[in-house]
């Protein structure tokens, strides 16, 4: 029966091919029962009972929380993390053992089947029959006789085949069930991500990998190994996307889209959105679309200063009258949120135009341009602070000091 399904392989391709492999899968998995219980075995079984052929894990809430860059303590969220390529982290540390449940190590168990098994749908490597005989009996011992630390000290002890294993979970789930996530990636990540291209070139190396660590007999150490080499090759395969934590601000307000942008500038500000609040948001367009105006209104930010100093820059404006023509107007602010963090500059950074919005002298664009009014308040653009000198007359970056509310830093002392 092996050697005709075997032969059948060879011949056909997609769903029958699929179906003739599962019909292999279940007498590979019976040729481990005693004899007397495979005929019986072979009549009640189902696909979806085989290890690696159940239902789709769910990691929806993990992506989504990845996307929005939620701080979270969850072992598994922190898995996913740190195991994808375009995340710059070089030592992905497994948990201690109190701090992990079974239930997440099974998940991780998973996804180990699934990639060295092949099982994932869409497929085109597999290890050899030989070989994934070997890996049903190990599976299928290391699920029905171990124990919670046999589960750890497996996944402890294989931290590269693991992190393979949810870096193409994470590709073939988002792919294929989370489109509009897909869609989005490029405004949360890097505008240098482009997760088709990422998908395909991590399914390749995992190919690759299938193809040269699993057509021998079955050695762990060599999978370590040739897993290892994998990692590395989709690291240098992102090398050049930007961390999540750590992508500069400019960067990523360029993977912004400009429609998206000018929309989420051009509405009320949103506000903190809480129970109700959120629901009743969330039915006009879709969440991850609402975080991401959010995040564009929350890059500019104004705090009023106390009230004595206003009541100065108010004193000095109205003082200086015609003397200082045009006063009021240098109390702006003008910021290309594009060019902001590799140029974080308040003034003759802009090039006005009658009738137009100011234009970036480094982007040549006005398509992310904002002007916001200092006078009376400090503005807070990411990590930079602007405010109005009242004895300059024009707007300076504060550095958090109080002394340059009553003194003007920049201009020189008085000589004696």
């Known amino acids: 029966m092996v050697a005709a399904l075997l032969q059948a392989e060879k011949q056909d391709a997609g769903a029958a091919l699929s179906s003739k492999l599962e019909q292999l899968d279940i007498v590979l998995f019976a040729s481990l029962l005693p004899r007397e219980l495979q005929l019986a075995f ?6 979806a009972h085989l290890p690696g052929r159940g239902g789709v894990r769910d990691i929806g809430n ?13 072992i598994l969220f922190r898995m996913y993390q740190y195991s994808m390529p375009f995340v710059k982290h070089n030592r992905l540390l497994f948990p201690p053992f109190e701090h992990i449940s079974v239930h997440d190590m099974h998940h991780m168990l998973g996804a180990v089947q699934d990639l060295t098994l092949g099982s994932h749908e869409g497929v085109a490597k597999m290890p050899v029959w030989t070989t994934r005989r070997q890996l049903l009996r190990f599976f299928h ?19 590269y085949l693991l992190r393979l ?19 989005l990636m490029r405004w949360f990540i890097d505008p240098s ?19 040269s660590a699993l057509q021998e007999d079955l050695c762990f150490a060599r999978l370590e190994a040739k897993a290892q080499t994998a990692i590395e090759r989709c690291n240098r395969t992102c090398r050049s996307m930007q961390s999540l934590n750590h992508a500069h601000e400019g960067q990523k307000n360029a993977a912004a889209d ?58 000095f404006i109205r003082a200086a009258g015609r003397e200082l023509e045009g006063v009021k107007h240098r109390t702006l ?10 140029h974080p500059t ?43 000198c009242r004895f300059c007359a024009g707007v300076h970056v504060w550095s958090g000091n109080a002394e340059t509310l009553f003194r003007c830093t920049h201009q020189p002392e008085p000589e004696l």
Do not use: W
């Open 141 to 159: 011992n290391l699920l029905a006789r171990g124990s919670a630390m046999d589960l750890y000290l497996f996944l402890s002890s294989h931290l």
């Open 165 to 183: 294993a949810l870096i193409e979970n994470f590709i073939l789930f988002t792919n294929r069930f989370m489109p509009l996530e897909v869609s």
């Open 42 to 47: 072979l009549c009640i079984v189902q696909p």
């Open 62 to 74: 993990i992506v989504r929380r990845m996307l929005l860059r939620c701080a979270s303590k969850d």
């Open 333 to 342: 602010l003008y910021i290309c949120l594009r060019c902001h963090e590799q």
């Open 258 to 315: 400009e429609v998206a942008f000018a929309a989420a500038m051009g509405e009320a500000r949103i506000g903190g959105l809480h129970g109700l609040e959120l629901f009743a948001a969330a039915r006009a367009r879709p969440l991850l679309a609402l975080a991401a105006a959010h995040d564009f209104q929350s890059r500019v930010v104004r705090y009023a200063l106390p009230v004595e100093i206003q009541q100065q820059q108010y004193q």
């Open 193 to 211: 991500y482009d997760h088709a291209r990422v998908s395909r070139l991590v399914r390749y190396i995992v190919d690759n990998f299938r193809i």
């Open 346 to 388: 308040c003034s003759g950074n802009m090039r006005l135009i009658h009738g137009q919005a100011p234009l970036c002298v480094h982007c040549l664009s006005n398509a992310f341009t904002v002007c916001a009014q200092t006078l009376g308040c400090i503005v807070r653009v990411r990590r930079h602070s602007y405010y109005f």
